[in-house]
């Protein structure tokens, strides 16, 4: 009888690339400019829509943001009440054409960065490590915020956008496979993607990738960077927890802060591919 065993090859070389988000990963603390936008569309069909409907399906591209937020029971429920037919796809496609000028209206307004951005990625390019981008926004919707992030001192090697693949946006992982090819980033073991949403951790994970998501910064705080510093101690403390509960539950191996503290979990990404241990 002969002997059988199984060969597993195990990348045990440094981090190659890091894939971040945007809004509330990289600009825009709390995630602010999206919910707004997304409150005013529904609004403007005479559908009342919450803060915490309107950031639920975050990280989303956002059509499919504008479907999850309609399928939502208590907003169909009120689709219903307010035009008496259901929530439907041409509906969806409504919303977001009144959605997509308001976002665009408001997203260079909403594109400072988030503290330690600057610094964080400096030290990654002097470890020649690429910085890639994959976002839920359309490429028209970047074109305005860009250039705001360039002059701040971010410009990342590649930005994929919502629309600029033709398979299914977030969660599924074509935009990261997209910047990963375009980064010369390989295997996915070598890759770090960065975010705030529970989409972002799904990208990551569906494609390989180690994920390490922020808490403090994005839509899972939903606060502007004045508005969490005026928070006391321990109710920043309580809510980086929940904040972390959920995306640990999602999937991501690491939680920080913001992007600031990245370094030491890269760091610790490559302690663990030394020893052969993967995603």
Same mark, same amino acid.
């Given at each position: 009888m002969s002997a059988s065993f199984v060969y597993r090859r195990s990348y045990r070389g440094p981090?190659?690339?890091?894939?971040?988000?945007?809004?509330?990963?990289? @600009?825009?603390?709390?995630?602010?400019?999206p919910t707004g936008a997304f409150q005013a569309a529904f609004a403007a069909f005479g559908?009342? &829509?919450?803060?915490?409907?309107?950031r639920g399906p975050m990280g989303r591209?956002?059509?499919?943001?504008?479907?999850? &937020?309609?399928?939502?029971p208590a907003v169909a429920d009120r689709w219903q009440k307010a035009h008496g037919t259901p929530f439907t796809e041409q509906d969806a496609q409504e919303v977001y054409r009144d959605f997509l000028p308001r976002q665009i209206e408001v997203a260079a307004a909403h594109a400072d960065l988030v503290p330690g951005v600057v610094e964080t990625v400096a030290a990654l390019r002097a470890r020649e490590i690429g910085i890639g981008s994959t976002t839920g926004y359309t490429r028209e919707i970047m074109a305005a915020i860009l250039?705001?992030?360039?002059?701040?001192?971010?410009?990342?090697?590649?930005?994929?956008?919502?629309?600029?693949i033709t398979g299914k946006g977030r969660p599924a992982p074509g935009m990261l496979f997209q910047a990963m090819m375009t980064l010369d980033a390989w295997p996915p073991a070598a890759v770090v993607k960065i975010g705030d949403t529970v989409?972002? &951790? +799904?990208?990551?994970?569906?494609?390989? @990738?180690?994920?390490?998501?922020v808490t403090d @910064?994005?839509? +899972?705080?939903?606060?502007? *960077?004045?508005d969490f510093e005026?928070?006391?101690?321990? +109710?920043?403390?309580a809510r980086? *927890?929940?904040?972390?509960?959920?995306?640990?539950?999602?999937g991501a191996h690491f939680t920080i802060p913001g992007v600031a503290d990245l370094l030491p979990v890269i760091d610790a990404i490559e302690a663990h591919l030394s020893r052969g241990e993967q995603p």
């Open positions: 981090v190659l690339a890091c894939v971040f988000d945007w809004a509330g990963t990289m @600009t825009d603390h709390g995630s602010l400019a559908v009342a &829509i919450t803060e915490a409907e309107a591209a956002k059509l499919d943001h504008v479907r999850d &937020i309609g399928a939502m250039p705001c992030a360039a002059a701040q001192g971010y410009a990342p090697d590649v930005t994929v956008c919502a629309d600029d989409a972002d &951790i +799904e990208e990551g994970l569906n494609a390989g @990738t180690w994920t390490v998501a @910064t994005g839509s +899972e705080m939903g606060l502007s *960077l004045a005026a928070l006391r101690p321990e +109710e920043q403390a980086r *927890l929940a904040a972390a509960d959920r995306l640990t539950r999602a």
